[in-house]
């Protein structure tokens, strides 16, 4: 079972950045979407960026223009740049990814990394 390791979390002031990573434990062959996600207290978890196998990245309308998700195949890593944050981008953040093994879909989260923005 391919792990996920998220790192890169912790506290910042607004219009401040910062960049998360997540690392997997093991080359993953057939990636179909790694992604992040985000929980805030008391609400539900949410998806904040994507990359589609091929490539292909989407955001939601919260942060788009402000965040950009990247991958690092030869690292196994996929990162979050963060610019312009806002106190409303604190939550705690989960990489999640799934990929194919003979044929059937899997699915791994990290255990999370709590970003906060205050001043």
């Known amino acids: 079972q391919v792990q996920l390791m998220e790192s890169g979390g912790g506290l910042v002031q607004p219009g401040g950045s910062l960049r998360l990573s997540c690392a997997a434990s093991?080359?993953?062959?057939?990636?179909?979407?790694m992604a992040w996600y985000r929980q805030a207290p008391g609400k539900q978890r949410e998806l904040v960026a994507i990359?589609?196998?091929?490539?292909?990245?989407n955001y939601a309308d919260s942060v788009k223009g402000r965040f950009t998700i990247s991958s690092d195949n030869a690292k196994n890593t996929v990162y979050l740049q963060m610019n312009s944050l806002k106190p409303e981008d604190t939550a705690v953040y989960y990489c999640?990814?799934?990929?194919?093994?003979?044929?059937?879909?899997?699915?791994?989260w990290g255990q999370g990394t709590q970003v906060t923005v205050s001043s």
């Open positions: 999640n990814t799934k990929y194919f093994v003979f044929l059937q879909l899997k699915e791994t």
């Open positions: 093991e080359r993953i062959s057939s990636i179909n979407t």
């Open positions: 990359i589609i196998s091929g490539g292909s990245t």
